[in-house]
């Protein structure tokens, strides 16, 4: 019952952050949400409206795991799950306060501004690292089979999405970003 109120606190925090992003910046009407949406390549759409029903999914199953899944023999797994969840949380906590008002859901087609400070330093995807581990802890803590297929499936959506992303901001801000790339990691670290 403990590992179950503690992921269902993690994804609360998680999403709380999500949501709250989207409501500050719809009252400086700012459209946050851009995915599947405008003038887009085909591509590009089609990989944004796949990675918001892998988004919708995996929280669907993130919620039947947790209250589906009882008992696991190993307990020291779930303790690193919920320590992973707790990261997640930091990581895209992080991302969106310090994105300030540059930080959308989908490729922009308004041009924002390039953040390469705070948690960007070692991350030009903190957002999505921090999905990534959700999905991990999550696993970790009630591990299935249909989890782990949506987890990976959805891990590989928001990858497709990192790929086009990057291709928007090479257009966007040429080789400021390309300067960026040469020395932050898509994922975590510096070069």
């Known amino acids: 019952m403990l590992f179950q109120v503690l992921a269902i606190a993690i994804l609360i925090a998680f999403y709380g952050f999500y949501i709250a992003k989207i409501i500050v910046q719809n009252k400086k009407s700012i459209k946050t949400n ?9 591509k590009v759409l089609h990989i944004e409206k796949m990675m918001g029903l892998a988004a919708v999914l995996i ?16 307990v020291q797994v779930r303790i690193v799950g919920i320590m992973l969840g707790i990261l997640a949380v930091i990581f895209f906590a992080s991302a969106t306060i310090t994105m300030k008002n540059s930080w959308r859901v989908g490729i922009p087609e308004e041009k924002t501004t390039l953040v390469t400070n705070g948690i960007y330093k070692w991350s030009r995807n903190p957002a999505f690292v921090g999905f990534d581990l959700l999905y991990l802890s999550i696993c970790l803590l009630f591990f299935n089979i249909p ?27 040429g080789e400021d970003y390309i300067n960026y790339m040469k020395h932050t990691f898509r994922y975590f670290g510096k070069k």
């Open 147 to 173: 989890l782990l297929v949506i987890s990976i499936w959805a891990a590989v959506m928001l990858h497709l999405q990192v790929l086009q992303e990057e291709q928007h901001m090479k257009k966007m801000f």
């Open 59 to 74: 929280i669907l199953a993130d919620i039947c795991s947790i209250f589906a899944v009882k008992d696991f023999p190993i």
């Open 34 to 42: 851009q995915m599947g949406m405008g003038n887009k390549p085909k």
